[in-house]
């Protein structure tokens, strides 16, 4: 009976074996695939399971005990945040840096660049929220920056995530402030530059450098610091430069 028992809690570790689970903050959806696919080239017995959301929310859920192996944040405060409180087997180390745009699905101006939001037509713009979501502060910023933040505040229709606001920008508000990377996605070619996004100028907002920590869970899982070693690889670089994300 207890070899039958043995064999079968060998048999389960051998099915989890080799599963990481990793936090990625949404404006990386677009590019996972991607990279897992190239990960897994040279590491395929390892799976990696992703939950995609916020970084403010994961950073809730790491303190709260929340199963990953790794944190993909969408800028270094929340990354940080956990090494502080002793929950991170290494140090934030920025993987990529994001840039921010603005998107519509409608027919507008897009010469007056980022002060399109004060045109009289515009009556709701997407953004993720600035309290979870670093792409959504970044968006503050930068209207805050021009001073015109007071003038559109009351038009803001808030999004979980910055993937969620790219969902809202196209399906319920005129425009919407979105991640740069998310317009590399083959569902997004449809929109093209000048006519539905621009570029918000990047010295307008803080740069969003991209942080990335192993947490404290992990630090004997050899697989998880495979992957880890990966995203902060050359060819982890290139996709993410194909997806518009700079690299420093």
Same mark, same amino acid.
């Given at each position: 009976?207890? !070899?039958?028992?043995?064999?079968?809690?060998?048999?389960?570790?051998?099915?989890?074996?080799?599963?990481?689970?990793?936090?990625?903050?949404?404006?990386?959806?677009?590019?996972?695939?991607?990279?897992?696919?190239?990960?897994?080239? *040279?590491?395929?017995?390892? =799976?990696?399971?992703?939950?995609?959301?916020?970084?403010?929310?994961?950073?809730?859920?790491?303190?709260?005990?929340?199963? &990953?192996?790794?944190?993909?944040?969408?800028?270094?405060?929340?990354?940080?945040?956990?090494?502080?409180?002793?929950? *991170?087997?290494?140090?934030?180390?920025?993987? @990529?840096?994001?840039?921010?745009?603005?998107?519509?699905? =409608?027919?507008?101006?897009?010469?007056?660049?980022? %002060?399109?939001?004060?045109?009289?037509?515009?009556?709701?713009?997407?953004?993720?929220?600035?309290?979870?979501?670093?792409?959504?502060?970044?968006?503050?910023?930068?209207?805050?920056?021009?001073?015109?933040?007071?003038?559109?505040?009351?038009?803001?229709?808030? @999004?979980?995530?910055?993937?969620?606001?790219?969902?809202?920008?196209?399906?319920? @508000?005129?425009?919407?402030?979105?991640?740069?990377?998310?317009?590399?996605?083959?569902?997004?070619?449809?929109?093209?530059?000048?006519?539905?996004?621009?570029?918000?100028?990047?010295?307008?907002?803080?740069?969003?450098?991209?942080?990335?920590?192993?947490?404290?869970?992990?630090? %004997? %899982?050899?697989?998880?610091?495979? &992957?880890?070693? &990966?995203?902060?690889?050359? %060819?982890? !670089?290139?996709?993410? =430069? =194909? &997806?518009?994300?700079?690299?420093?």
């Amino acid at each position: 009976m207890k !070899k039958i028992i043995l064999s079968l809690v060998l048999l389960c570790s051998s099915i989890f074996a080799g599963t990481i689970n990793v936090a990625v903050a949404a404006n990386v959806s677009y590019a996972i695939n991607d990279l897992i696919k190239e990960f897994n080239k *040279t590491n395929p017995d390892t =799976k990696v399971e992703v939950v995609l959301g916020s970084s403010g929310k994961f950073t809730t859920q790491i303190q709260n005990g929340g199963p &990953f192996d790794i944190f993909m944040s969408a800028d270094m405060k929340f990354p940080q945040t956990l090494e502080k409180e002793n929950l *991170t087997a290494t140090k934030p180390v920025i993987y @990529a840096q994001g840039s921010l745009a603005m998107l519509s699905a =409608k027919s507008f101006d897009f010469s007056k660049g980022i %002060n399109l939001v004060t045109d009289s037509n515009i009556n709701k713009i997407a953004i993720a929220n600035p309290k979870t979501a670093p792409y959504g502060t970044a968006a503050q910023e930068a209207l805050k920056n021009l001073n015109i933040l007071d003038e559109v505040e009351s038009k803001f229709v808030y @999004a979980e995530s910055i993937s969620q606001a790219v969902t809202y920008t196209i399906t319920a @508000a005129d425009i919407g402030f979105i991640a740069k990377s998310s317009l590399y996605d083959e569902n997004m070619k449809q929109y093209k530059e000048n006519i539905n996004w621009v570029s918000i100028d990047p010295k307008l907002y803080t740069p969003i450098d991209q942080g990335i920590v192993l947490l404290k869970r992990a630090e %004997n %899982n050899t697989e998880a610091k495979a &992957f880890y070693d &990966f995203i902060l690889s050359d %060819n982890a !670089k290139d996709i993410f =430069k =194909k &997806f518009g994300y700079l690299i420093k």
